[in-house]
């Protein structure tokens, strides 16, 4: 058994050394589980059948006559019947904040076809007032029964009258009818902007409605901003709630801005945040920040100012990700960079020389290899200890690239649910490539403590589709894409909790089960050790416990 004492009373004891005389104590629990298989991802003790919690966090993980031996009469006990227990989830990257205001704000167009997508967005613009948006989220162009891209004149065709926007589920494309082009003033004449994309049909030369990355913001120009501050309070409360569902306790917004800071903090107080959060800072907000004089680290252990997001590439679901060799079919198409070595450069400085930890979105080898040198750079010029640097998805690696990761010691956060959830996409890297997408094997072959995540609403978040797609690297189709890949399942586990809260500097905190952390944990209704690695995800998640009370129960 492991013994945490208390915190508080050992402070209060070390303040009063003259009463030195009190024998040190265990905190009193007020929760015991027990009769459980528990994989702590603690090296010090892997299994454990029972745990005491007190305000919170573990205070003895250890044996059932261990641990019940400290039950006070009157103790709260729960018998959890031999079922297995995991830390709780992290779930590294995510756009919770996004995400949860959309679910309040936007018709979800996760449907199987663009005529479903088409009769969604026609009843929500009757709803609508003239003039005002008509927005979708969810969008995924490779999943419709129809085998074609949603176009402008589908949208026309639904919604004549509103102004229109579908964001695929990746974040980086959104689709616009006629009417959002009209009203933006924008016209087959505009140039593409800088990091940004107009489809135009080959052909014509007309747009097609599909716009990429910065162009958006040339659309995006007019109409009440519908993301109020009670829409996103209670947009937290919706996705906080799902998340817990499937067994996540902690999560890192990796687009968060001071809008999102807030509303993880309305919802902490209306008692309606159901996971932590390491809210990462995107770029254009930084300047607010250091003039608020914040930086990463601030906060507690529900809320904390994260990282700053960089991007430095495009996306691989969207197929926009900078590589160096063409997509596959293409002879001279590569992705996009969305900024210069030299400007990438300037903006990370900024953040690292004030303190910031920095996360940079760099999807392609490219990107990648760029994101590094700039790096490299700064810890040569302005070495700072222990700066943690993300490398966000980090999805497409090399040997050299795994090295100076390795080297520098760069955290990736690579998407952990692609091979599983987005195998129809695969097809545009290719079979050689895959070997090196996703890279978990080599990075932990390397020593780089990479961590889960689902960039949700990029892929699901469920965490036992990542623990799936990881260990099996096969698609829902039976495709298996880059078996050298693949991580055993107690890896996939560690990845998804303790890795993740090494990513946030928590990794004293939580991220296992072991005395002294906060109570976080999931129960499941079956042992994945037990199971077909092929069904992982067809595990349910019976409870999830946060700070010592259920998040989730079923
Ligand atoms: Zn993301």
Known sequence: MTWQYSPSRREFLGSVAAFSLFPLEVEKPDLILHNANIFTVDATQARAQAVAIANGRFVAVGSNSEILNLAAPGIR????????VLPGFIDAHCHP???GVDMVISVNCDLPSIAAIQAALRERAAKTPAGEWVLGSKYDDTKGAEGRMLTRADLDAAVPDHPVAVMHRGGHTTFYNSTAFRMAKIDEKTPDPPGGKFDRDPATGKFTGRVA???RALVETFGADPTTRENRREGVKLISKAMAKAGITSVG???GTPEDLRAYQDARESG?????VYCLIVYPQLDKMLAAGLRTGLGDDFVRVGACKLFADGSISERTARLSKPYEGTPDYFGLLMMSEEEQYQRTRKAHLAGWQVGTHANGDVAIDQTLRVYERLQRESPRHDPRFRLEHCTQVTDSLVARIKAIGAIPTPFSSYVY???EKMRF????RLKNMFAMRSFLDAGIPATQASDYTASPFEPMMALQSQVTRTDTK??????NQRITLEQAIRVGTLNGAHASYEEKIKGSITAGKLADLVVLGRDPFKEDPSSLVTIPVERTMLNGRWSYES
């Open 253 to 255: 917004d990796a687009g």
């Open 97 to 99: 904040g996004s995400s």
């Open 77 to 84: 006990k729960i018998d959890l019947s031999g079922k297995t």
């Open 213 to 215: 990355d910065e162009a």
């Open 421 to 423: 959830y987005h195998g």
């Open 478 to 483: 039976g495709n298996v894409w880059g078996a």
């Open 272 to 276: 309606d945040l159901s996971f932590r």
């Open 429 to 432: 890297y290719g079979a050689d």
